[in-house]
């Protein structure tokens, strides 16, 4: 008999009786409003900038750690500002360490979720960019919490920052994809701020490529037009999860407002004005979407698309009508598409034994005791 590894749980800290922190959060200020803020404190605009780079380039997560600021300037700024607002709820890791998920406490008192993981090739962190989500994606955890709020971008922002402290010594390069919980598209202009210090070059900046972000959306045409008329080079990642607007309008309601029709011309301009491809986001669910049928239906639609499809086997987020197909099930759609399209993928879902469907920690953190 196979003995499966427990869940790591390194803390689970309720935490929402904490006083309130009334100062300003420092998080998601840009430099020039730095600049404006150290001017107002009575400073010269040029110690704004340097707050920027331990903020943002360095990661610092409290004033006493910036050691080119004279003392008094380091105290002035505890009293009065605050760096970041999250405060971990509950971290969950695997075994061996590959994937950890941390549900983060808003200072509302709403519960985020962000996500560490590695294989051998990469790191990729994925973000939230809303507390709950007003989708309601039927197989989706996040969706059944609800429409809460959107994130600012210094909230989307501190969550990278966390989780670049988890990165091992020597290693500083790494992937974000906005497939937390939320709808990235509909906090558009929260999410591309919060990119931007993202890509923006260090010091002032962490850093990275826009290559190695990744904004999955449900399918917001007038936004993915956004993206790409504003010349954003992020990749884009289109949940798909059914061919025909009958079969994904049972699973995601937003298909009502948004038909495919629509949908695959808003992303045919995205790869044509950005140059990327995009990837489709296809989760296999038991006899709903995984027949060689629906296969078919797929490649007809996407067929003339350069993409990338994921292949998600499904992954349980509590009792339901929905199950993960049967390994032959999905290899026999892999087969199918293999040859007929330019790239397919399976992704299994990396931490299905600590709860990593998007929505389950939060929602376990959430539940009131019983």
Known sequence: MTVKPEPIILSQNGGRNAAPDRREDLLGLSVQDLERTLLALGEKPFRGRQVAEWLYGRGARDFATMKNLPQPLRTKLDENYRIGSLRETTRRETPDRKTRKFALTLADGGIVESVYMSTPKRVTFCLSSQHG???????????????????????????????????????????????????????????????????????????????????????????????????????????????????????????????????????????????????????????????????????????QIPCKINLIPYNPIGPGKFNR????????????????????????????????????LAGMAEEPPR
């Open 325 to 360: 197909p049967s390994a032959e099930r999905i290899q026999r759609f892999v087969d199918y598409l293999g040859p007929r399209v330019a790239a397919v993928t399976v992704r299994y879902s990396q931490g299905v034994d600590i709860g990593a469907a998007c929505g389950q």
């Open 133 to 303: 989500c007003g989708f309601a994606c039927r197989f989706c955890a996040t969706g059944r919490m609800g429409r809460g709020r959107n994130l600012t971008a210094g909230e989307i922002l501190e969550q990278a920052l966390r989780l670049r402290r988890e990165l091992p010594a020597g290693v500083s390069d790494f992937n974000v994809v906005m497939m937390g919980m939320g709808e990235p598209l509909e906090n558009y202009d929260a999410v591309i701020a919060a990119l931007s210090f993202l890509t923006m070059p260090a010091p002032t900046g962490i850093g990275i490529t826009p290559k190695r972000i990744t904004i999955s959306t449900v399918g917001l045409v007038p936004q993915i037009m956004r993206l790409a008329n504003e010349g954003h080079r992020y990749r884009l990642a289109v949940s798909l999860h059914a061919a025909t607007d009958a079969a994904r309008l049972k699973l995601m309601p937003v298909n009502r407002t948004f038909p495919l029709a629509p949908l695959m011309k808003a992303v045919k301009h995205h790869v044509e004005v950005t140059g990327r491809r995009v990837t489709f986001e296809y989760i296999l669910i038991e006899e709903i979407n995984d027949s060689v049928g629906d296969a078919a239906k797929l490649v007809r639609l996407v067929g």
